[in-house]
């Protein structure tokens, strides 16, 4: 349930020119997102909405929290610079403490942000530039702030190697600037970073008071400036939200407000939950849970009318490929054996079946629309086809120059993924490959399949990747960049490719508009896919989260994919 | 008799430092790092050295066992003298490897789901089983006790899991009159609350009502056979109170102790009912923490089944002799 | 008049896997008030059949009872269960032969003994025990008021007895069946106990049904005996025609084996010889006729049928049931049974 994963690995090869100042979203006006988001239909105030959970919240320090579920549910006190808004299945990127989506001059390298200057923290302080700077600078002490995703410390221009404010209380991080009056702050990158306001979306580029900050435990208590403010917290057990009455309605642009408290409880179990929800009884009728996909009782709530309206089923960010290794598998024809030879119908099967997840052509969702693209793999549409095509990558194979036939395949020992690297093993064998199957500890996998050069490398890697900001910038970049390898690690560029002319295209994309940086990017992926047949996207796995019945307003969030609480009510 | 109680409650005390010392070395032997566990995901090796420390798992077993059991009685303090210095009150049961709560804390949130389990099903089995049997019983040889009992025959040798499921397939899957079985507060949703333990209690007390049946009928007929009874008949009492206050009576008693320490063990962690109906009980606690290795909650778990063991123990002697005079404890 | 207990043609039928065992056959006798019937036989020859049957225990049961038995007007075979057991306790009681185990050991012997007392009378349950400390006094028990709160193994053989008589009197009954009331007890306290029952006898009027295999007993106790073997009457008559002039060769093989006071020392004591039958077996004919040493006198008739119950003579109260002759049997009983006694 975990939108967690490795953080990008350094980006300085994206250090480009620039050429035109950048607007983010280029259909919409800046304006149309400061207003305060729409009442959804129907809400009424009041009520307690109750969040089932299975454990405590890994951090709701701002600069630590990086999952998923968290990440929308934080946003209930948290605000940061920028934001997803959802409304009625349509999600924008929207300025949150920012009063605009950031402007730059020289594309991407700096970023100038224009900040709200009537914001309130739950003590009614003003929240201030100086703040939004000092949660940037608290993130580079990782080492204690340990967690979180590193992309402030990653992107903003370091010269004088700043190591946080806990290991160097003096001193400054002279690359984000607050303007004199404090209503704008300035971000300076070591590299352009044109998909800056996405990352800006991040916990590190939150309001942190210095004088609250208490370090590690910052996160028992992180200071509202959300509509909601902690009441009580206790670890493993339950957290209570009440009412921030020191926010203001009118300065936020996605933000509802409708229960008086949100309270979670912690320390049931998956099976706990998932019937508690299904029963609907008791004070299940107004919890709802974010970290309990329905798994076990599936089949008993699935495509059952009493259920329809409490069942949330939808893609998560979590995309199920293979990576298959141009440096090992050096022809292209055995490549789209390889390729054909995938049968996603037994691969999803091990997985748990079509309700475990939908077919995938592509590691971009169809929900980044700018770069999706239908393409086929191996000829077929593999959402009506899902079988392998023996006969075709026998033929492949067969006009293969430098035929390989033994195949080593890298797979994590974790949940299911035994399963379907079996699966994978099984048609790639009735293909005609002989194949090695390499089982990685859970705890230690990306890495070691990353190594290029050494003995026994594997040539297919299984693996998945989930965006960290919804565009195809949060996938391309990071799966399919050549440039972020080096000679010994393909980091996550697990397929290991560097395709001239794909990196001419990534070059170009550097320097584009966003609009156009995405239908660049959404290019190199089919042509990864359909051209060098380095990549074998399977599926998207499915969500199914429940609510009781007596919760409204709950929806899908475009940003996190997960079940929203921001909107909740109770229903009367 | 006050003797007696007292001389039992220290022997039970004993009893339960004995069983505390066996799972404490179970776990000691095992092959498993409590402090890595308790470590989390993103663990290092310093990290790990520091929950040693915090844990007090540096100590030798023998004075960690020591310090366990003044916790119980006086508390304790991890870390005393250090800034991280955490004291817990007694009865001290530790912390939680998985999620650092208070063992006794989680044993308390645990206990009302299998009070309500144990308490329910215990009534209808004793109401089924009770009065199957008397009936059986006086109706000796009719098709109503051959019913009964094959009925009883058939159900004791069913399990938990198998029951519960079907039962749940049929009145929640299919049929739809029931919800998904589960814990409700029963003070402020007593509806929904009766409505989840439906299934538990029904699937529980099918199993032991069939048993308590056959115990009531062989000690009615049993009894039956007794020449007390036939004084009673002879003085001219109704079948009606020689049935029950001369043959149920005598008949009782047996019932009465195999009752408590049912109830005793129920109390303690319904273990199959709670893992068959995903109920969030003592027992369900218990099979959760053996799978993650947790192994303050499970030696939590462990003493608090024996605790009520040993508890419905002493408390069916006592009874026992009260319902029986000829016993005397002494 | 007629008596206040009529027995008439009593039968009593158990069937069994085994067959249908005649627990008692034709069974004809009668017991006024304030006098003692002694039902003498061995074991399994029908006599507590017969006194269960006379309080209509068998009821409900698989016991086929025929026959009549006349309670102060009401007849119990064909009585239904509830009138029966409304004279139950009332006008007739009875005792048991093991009183530890036929008072109930979860109770107090106030609360037995009280309880028999307010199921026929409506008192309070205050007035019962008053009555309950007013019997255990009156059979003797030595400090009543805290008596009354012990359970029965509390008390010693004696006193249990005590109290079972006490409960079984506790309603007046004008019929009391005690059965074998002193086998269980020492023989100081057996006489204690006689005693007791021939003075509340004296006292109330009851009619008392004395079940024993002792002649002794009878002998002391009882006005008139019946004696009982393998569930038929063979011998019926007041105890002074019974014990002076027995008929029956069953009779003579009991009193021979009582040892006397007065009897020749050096005489050996007979016993009857053989064991008593089982009752799904049972001898044809005369069911006594395989240890009776007297058979060849009349030829195979012991065997092959049964003898009637006849008087001695015309006119006489005293009863036999044996194929020898009065004569025969009277020159048996004087020359070869009489120097024994």
Redo the contacts between chains.
């Keep these: 349930m975990s939108l967690k994963k490795k953080a990008l690995a350094v980006v300085g090869a994206l250090a480009l020119a620039s050429t035109a100042l950048l607007s983010v979203n280029t259909a919409s006006a800046a304006t149309t997102f400061t207003t305060p988001v729409a009442p959804i239909k129907g809400a009424v105030k009041g009520g307690t909405v109750t969040i089932l959970a299975q454990g405590d919240f890994e951090h709701l320090d701002p600069a630590r929290n990086y999952v998923g579920g968290t990440l929308d549910f934080y946003r209930l006190f948290t605000r940061s610079l920028t934001q997803y808004r959802t409304v009625n299945g349509k999600t924008d990127l929207v300025p949150d403490v920012a009063a605009d989506l950031g402007t730059t001059k020289d594309a991407g390298k700096t970023w100038v942000f224009k900040l709200r200057t009537n914001l309130k923290y739950e003590d009614g302080s003003k929240i201030t530039c100086a703040d939004m700077k000092y949660g940037v600078m608290r993130s580079y002490n990782d080492d204690i702030l340990d967690g979180g995703p590193t992309y402030a410390k990653d992107f903003i221009d370091n010269p004088t190697n700043y190591k946080g404010p806990y290991t160097e209380p003096g001193k400054d991080l002279p690359t984000v600037i607050c303007s004199p009056k404090g209503d704008s702050i300035t971000f300076k990158l070591s590299v352009a970073i044109p998909y800056f306001p996405y990352v800006t979306t991040f916990g590190a580029f939150s309001p942190i008071p210095k004088a609250k900050d208490t370090k590690q435990n910052y996160e028992l208590h992180p200071i509202s400036s959300g509509p909601y403010k902690i009441k009580s917290y206790e670890r493993g057990k339950q957290l209570v939200l009440v009412r921030n009455n020191q926010w203001d309605a009118k300065t936020d642009p996605l933000r509802w407000n409708y229960p008086d408290s949100y309270v979670v409880k912690m320390g049931a179990d998956q099976n706990v939950i998932e019937q508690s929800l299904i029963s609907d009884s008791g004070a299940a009728k107004t919890s709802v849970s974010f970290d309990t996909n329905i798994i076990t009782n599936l089949s008993k709530v699935l495509n059952v009318a009493k259920y329809k309206s409490r069942l949330f089923n939808f893609d998560s960010a979590y995309n199920r490929y293979y990576a298959i290794n141009v440096d090992t598998v050096k022809d292209i024809n055995v490549r789209k054996a390889i390729q054909c030879a995938v049968d996603f119908k037994s691969i999803l099967l091990a997985a748990g079946g079509t309700s475990a997840g939908s077919y995938a052509n592509s590691t971009i969702p169809k929900s980044i629309k700018a770069a999706y693209r239908n393409f086929n793999v191996c000829g077929r549409d593999v959402s009506k086809h899902p079988e392998a095509q023996l006969d075709q990558a026998k033929a492949f194979l067969a006009k293969a120059t430098n035929p390989k036939t033994t195949l080593r395949l890298a797979y994590r020992d974790r949940g299911v993924e035994p399963l379907r690297a079996a699966a994978l093993e099984q048609s790639l064998k009735a293909a005609g490959f002989t194949v090695i199957m390499d089982k990685y500890p859970s705890s230690d996998f990306y890495a070691p399949a990353a190594k290029r050069g050494v003995p026994n490398e594997p040539d297919i890697i299984q693996t998945s990747w989930a965006f960290d900001w919804a565009a195809a910038s949060g996938i391309v970049y990071a799966l399919f960049d050549g440039r972020s390898m080096t000679a010994d690690d393909a980091k996550s560029n697990q397929s290991r490719g560097n395709f001239p002319d794909l990196q001419a295209l990534f070059a170009k994309a550097d320097v584009s508009s966003t609009a156009a940086q995405e239908k660049l990017l959404g290019d190199i992926e089919q042509s990864l896919i359909v051209d060098k047949a380095a990549h074998v996207s399977v599926y998207f796995e499915t969500s199914h989260y429940m609510a009781g019945s007596k919760v409204g307003g709950l929806q899908v969030d475009g940003g996190y994919s997960t079940l929203s609480v921001l909107g909740a009510y109770v229903k009367k | 008799m006050l003797k007696y109680t007292l001389r039992r409650i220290v022997s039970g005390t004993l009893v339960l430092g004995i069983v505390s010392a066996i799972v404490f070395s179970i776990f000691y032997i095992l092959p498993a790092d409590p402090a890595r566990l308790a470590c989390g995901k ?1 663990c290092t090796p310093e990290l790990v050295q520091r929950i040693q420390v915090a844990l007090e798992l540096d100590q030798p077993l023998a004075v960690q066992y020591g310090r366990f059991i003044k916790g119980i009685f006086v508390g304790r303090t991890y870390l005393a003298n250090t800034d991280a210095a955490r004291t817990c009150s007694a009865p001290c049961l530790g912390y ?1 490897y998985q ?3 208070p063992v006794r ?2 044993l308390m ?1 645990r206990l009302p789901a299998t009070l309500s389990i144990a308490v329910g099903a215990s009534i209808l089995w004793l109401l089924i089983g009770l009065s199957s049997g008397i009936i059986s019983a006086l109706r000796r040889g009719t098709w109503i006790d051959r019913t009964s009992q094959g009925f009883a025959l058939a159900a004791a040798s069913l399990q938990i899991y198998f029951v519960g499921l079907i039962l749940q397939f049929i009145f929640v ?1 299919k049929l ?1 009159w029931l ?7 029963p003070f ?2 007593p509806l ?2 009766a ?2 333990m439906v299934l538990p209690w029904v699937t529980l007390a099918f199993l032991l009502s069939a048993i308590y049946s056959r115990l009531t009928r062989s000690g009615m007929i049993e009894t039956m056979g ?3 009874v ?10 009606r109170d020689v049935n029950i ?2 043959v149920l ?2 008949a009782m ?1 047996p019932i009465v102790t195999v009752f408590g320490l049912d109830l005793g063990s129920l109390l303690g962690g319904a273990v199959i009912t709670e893992y068959v ?4 009980g003592l027992g ?1 606690l218990a099979t ?1 923490a053996v799978s993650n290795l947790d192994l303050p909650v499970v030696t939590g778990t462990v003493l608090f089944a024996a605790f009520f063991i040993i508890t419905a123990n002493i408390v069916v002697d006592l009874l026992y002799s009260v ?4 016993v005397r404890l002494t | 008049m007629s008596a206040f207990l009529e027995v008439k043609n009593l039968s009593v039928v158990f069937p069994t896997e085994d067959g249908r065992v005649q627990a008692v056959d034709s069974l004809s006798f009668s017991v006024e008030k304030g006098k003692t019937l002694g039902i003498v036989g061995e074991s399994g020859s029908g006599k507590s059949v017969t006194s269960l049957s006379i309080l209509g225990l068998q009821k409900g049961t698989r016991a086929e009872v025929t026959g009549e038995i006349w309670v102060d007007g009401t007849e119990i075979v064909s009585a239904n269960e509830d009138e029966v057991r409304k004279l139950r306790g009332k006008s007739m009681a009875m005792i048991f032969q093991d009183a530890l185990a036929a008072l109930h050991p979860y109770y107090t012997v106030g609360h037995q003994i009280a309880e028999a007392y307010l199921v026929h009378n409506k008192v309070s349950k205050k007035q019962a025990l008053a009555r309950a400390v007013e019997m255990l006094d009156r059979v003797g028990i030595p400090e009543p008021h805290k008596r009354i709160n012990d359970y029965p193994h509390q008390f010693s053989g004696g006193m249990r007895q005590r109290a079972m008589i006490a409960m079984a009197l506790s309603c007046n009954p004008s019929l009391l069946i005690a059965d074998e009331p002193t086998t269980a007890l020492d023989v100081t306290v057996q006489a204690q106990i006689l005693e007791l029952l021939r003075d509340l006898q004296k006292e109330f009027g009851t009619a008392i049904i004395l079940i024993t295999h002792d002649l002794g007993v009878v002998a002391e106790t009882a006005d008139d005996i019946l004696l009982m073997y393998a569930g038929k009457q063979i011998e019926y008559g007041t105890v002074r025609d019974v014990l002076q002039i027995p008929q029956h060769p069953y009779a003579w093989g009991l009193l021979t084996s009582i040892p006397r006071l007065t009897g020749d020392p050096n005489l050996p004591l007979t016993a009857i010889q053989g064991t008593p039958p089982s009752l799904i077996s049972v001898p044809s004919g005369c069911a006594f006729n395989p240890r009776c040493n007297y058979v060849d006198q009349v030829g195979t008739l012991c065997a092959s049928s049964v003898p009637d119950l006849l008087p001695i003579a015309q006119g006489q109260s005293h009863y036999v049931r044996c194929h020898m002759n009065p004569a025969l049997r009277e020159s048996i009983f004087t020359t070869q049974v009489r120097p024994h006694l």
């Design positions: 993103s939680s999620t650092d709560l804390q989680l949130d899957d739809a919800p998904m079985p589960g814990y409700s507060s402020e949703y929904d609350w409505k989840q007794e020449d007390f036939r004084t009673a008949r002879a003085k001219g009492l109704s079948s206050k001369h009576r005598a008693t109906f995903n109920i969030p369900k959760e319902l029986d005079p000829k």
